[in-house]
């Protein structure tokens, strides 16, 4: 079964344009961290934030902010004005406790492109 | 610069082939994780080392995929007898901790 389910597959904006990307997920741990990732066209993956479980405050850095709602096992992610550079695939993953080591389960992706 | 780094980039081989690559971690890394990415999909969890013990590896697709780290170092994915179904790409990330894992550069494999 999928523990994170990003079910926006692909999203187009404008440059200027804000933009958000869902995050579901599905866990029975009560320790767990959650973590966003980008994927360039050049196919490194980059981290981009990671957030506990019993840390429920959300975080803005720059131009990204994230929205964690455990009640709604939600973790959004929010790119204010988007820029060209952003485009990439930007995945969602959960890491628990109980499965391997912490090993990340990650979503299937959305695919962000913005247009100037 | 002193990430995570794979070996080769790329690797094409004919079905049945044996393959092997490399993933060199962030020195002092004792956590080393194997990942394969195929096309459209997020990286799915392959196996991990803390220092050289393989800690989990039922996750490997089949008997025919094993990994080694024998010195907590670099660490070796063998895949043997390949098939087209084994191409993607191979993503290796370390970390000191469960909290962080950084990923490199992959390694794509193309099953001819």
């Known amino acids: 079964a999928q523990k994170v389910t990003q079910a926006q597959t692909e999203i187009s904006v404008v440059e200027k344009e804000d933009v958000t990307l869902d995050c579901v997920y599905e866990t029975r741990d009560t320790t767990y961290y959650l973590f966003w990732y980008k994927q360039p066209p050049s196919g490194e993956l980059v981290f981009l934030i990671r957030r506990n479980s019993f840390d429920e405050q959300n975080e803005i850095s720059g131009r990204y902010s994230w929205n964690f709602q455990k009640s709604t096992s939600s973790f959004n992610f929010t790119i204010t004005a988007s820029q060209v550079v952003d485009s990439a695939v930007y995945f969602c993953?959960?890491?628990?406790?109980?499965?391997?080591?912490?090993?990340?389960?990650f979503g299937k992706g959305t695919s962000l492109l913005v247009t100037p | 610069d002193t990430g995570v780094s794979q070996d080769p980039r790329h690797k094409i081989t004919k079905r049945g082939q044996n393959v092997t690559f490399r993933c060199d971690p962030i020195s002092e890394h004792n956590r080393l994780y194997w990942y394969r990415q195929t096309l459209g999909q997020g990286p799915e969890f392959l196996t991990y080392?803390?220092?050289?013990?393989?800690?989990?590896k039922s996750r490997l697709l089949s008997d025919r995929f094993s990994a080694e780290r024998p010195k907590g170092s670099f660490s070796t994915l063998e895949i043997q007898r390949t098939e087209q179904g084994d191409s993607a790409m191979y993503l290796c990330?370390?970390?000191?901790?469960?909290?962080?894992?950084?990923f490199g550069p992959g390694t794509r494999l193309t099953v001819t």
């Open positions: 990330a370390s970390g000191p901790d469960v909290y962080e894992q950084y």
């Open positions: 993953a959960l890491s628990e406790k109980e499965d391997s080591g912490y090993a990340l389960n």
């Open positions: 080392f803390q220092n050289e013990a393989q800690l989990e």
